[in-house]
């Protein structure tokens, strides 16, 4: 098989496609895009050049959902697929509504809030209070469960806490004296996994002159 991932390390959308793919362990070619300055062979595609694009033998996954589902589907991990992505229709269902809220009602409001100043009509502070009903949602829930679905960790966590990082980063002290506890709990807990250690790792912007890069990376070979 050859995979080859093009992805941007801060954007949350590649994060949550790498982070399913250390997770499951399934490893790609990674090509670290710099967005200004797109690879010739990433616009050569044609259609849309954002990132994370994942291309399979012949086949592209364009979005990061799409590639979370492509590597649910050739994991031969049963048990960890199963736990990510219960086979319970109900559970289905609401993994998918908390993705969609969060990817189609929250994530406008982070961009403003985080780009508040090519924003003016309104201030920061009322971007943040938008954004905020969705971290109240999310601190709730979690009150009662160390993940959004239960005990276990599912792909909703993954395809969310990238943009509450985000979100969180942009004023951090306000962030860590909100109150939120459970949802701080929550992605502390995650941020200081070996997995997300992982997923962060820097690379250098890829060119076809370049050696090969492989994700996920061997852990033997993170700091040598």
Not at 107 to 125: F, I, N, T, V
Not at 138 to 159: F, V, Y
Not at 193 to 203: A, D, G, N, P
Request: proline fraction near 5%; glycine fraction near 4%.
């Amino acid at each position: 098989m050859s995979a080859v991932l093009y992805s941007f390390r801060r954007c949350p959308y590649a994060i949550r496609a790498r982070y399913t793919l250390a997770t499951l362990m399934l490893r790609v070619e990674i090509r670290e895009v710099v967005l200004k300055h797109k690879p010739a062979a990433l616009l050569a595609l044609g259609g849309r050049s954002t990132v994370p694009q994942l291309l399979v033998d012949g086949d592209r996954f364009p979005e990061s959902l799409d590639i979370i589902f492509w590597a649910l589907k050739t994991s031969s991990n049963d048990d960890l697929v199963n736990q990510l992505w219960p086979t319970d229709p109900i559970v289905r269902a609401k993994i998918m509504s908390w993705i969609r809220f969060n990817d189609h009602c929250f994530k406008p409001w982070l961009d403003r809030y985080k780009y508040a100043d090519r924003h003016p009509e309104q201030s920061e502070s009322y971007y943040r209070d938008k954004g905020e009903r969705f971290l109240k949602r999310l601190d709730t829930r979690l009150k009662h469960s160390t993940n959004l679905l239960g005990e276990q960790m599912t792909i909703a966590d993954i395809a969310i806490f990238p943009f509450i990082r985000q979100f969180a980063g942009v004023n951090a002290s306000w962030f860590e004296g909100s109150g939120y506890v459970y949802l701080q709990d929550w992605l502390n807990r995650i941020l200081k996994s070996e997995c997300f250690e992982t997923v962060m790792v820097k690379l250098t912007a890829w060119d076809e002159s370049q050696e090969v890069s492989y994700f996920p990376e061997p852990v033997g070979l993170r700091n040598s």
